[in-house]
């Protein structure tokens, strides 16, 4: 990873904060406590800006300058407000492909599922601020600069935003493969999000409960799940063949 997606030492990350910047993610250092966390705590309030407490052991091994106990990763692509691209997304299309992606936190993965999301029309990819892949150089060349030509937002609940979508009448679907229907037997015609899970856990149990259905991939081979990334490319296609390919 480039120095450039770094930036360490506490008076630069504070005005980071403050300048409104986008960040990726934060890390303190372990026992750092005083004046300066809670001044760091207060400014990253409201900002959906993951915050790891780790040993200063590994922040030496991020950074070699004097990092004083911080360092942030600048993020390399500008996230829109969730809200706002739901919003913009409804305007630009009458009947929006939304893309949620929970727990995916290998950058290669990542990076291959935008590539097939911005070729197969989706609308828009979401992701919660914890527990997903940062951005890097990886996942920008992985998913041939896709991320580019992609609105995207994080969020930091799951459960508020899901439930946003379906408030705005947008069909909630988990691909999950202890689920009763095929891909073939849902209507992805009307306004839907796909949410898609890691490769070792899947989509969460507790996300399962909040969708509207759940649908699996009919298999005939000995191996029990593809590639997260390759499932993405036959669920879009599988969306887009149902829509009739009405954007291409």
Do not use: W
């Not at 250092?29 to 705590?41: A, K, M, S």
């Not at 914890?130 to 890097?136: R, S």
């Not at 029990?224 to 599988?238: M, P, Q, T």
């Amino acid at each position: 990873m480039e120095n450039k997606q770094i930036v360490y030492g506490r008076k630069p990350v504070l005005e980071l904060l403050k300048a409104g910047s986008q960040i990726e993610k934060i890390f303190i250092q372990q026992g750092l406590h005083g004046p300066f966390e809670v001044e760091l705590r207060n400014l990253m309030k409201g900002k959906d800006i993951p915050l790891s407490v780790i040993p200063i052991g590994k922040l030496d091994k991020i950074s070699r300058g004097n990092h004083q106990g911080i360092i942030a990763y600048t993020s390399l692509v500008d996230y829109v407000d969730f809200e706002s691209l739901v919003a913009l997304s409804f305007e630009s299309s009458g009947a929006p492909l939304f893309l949620f992606l929970e727990g995916i936190t290998d950058v290669r993965n990542f990076g291959a599922i935008l590539r097939t999301a911005e070729v197969l029309g989706v609308d828009a990819i979401f992701s919660p601020s914890k527990n997903t892949a940062l951005v890097n150089e990886d996942m920008i060349k992985t998913s041939a600069g896709a991320l580019f030509n992609i609105p995207m937002a994080r969020v930091k609940s799951m459960d508020r935003a899901l439930q946003y979508l379906r408030d705005c009448g947008v069909f909630v679907a988990v691909s999950h493969l202890g689920a009763e229907k095929r891909i073939t037997e849902l209507d992805f015609t009307v306004p839907v999000c796909v949410v898609i899970g890691s490769e070792e856990t899947g989509v969460s149990e507790h996300t399962t409960k909040l969708a509207d259905s759940l649908f699996l991939i009919p298999q005939q081979g000995q191996i029990d799940s593809l590639n997260v990334a390759v499932s993405a490319g036959v669920i879009l296609y599988e969306i887009q063949r149902q829509r009739g390919f009405q954007k291409f």
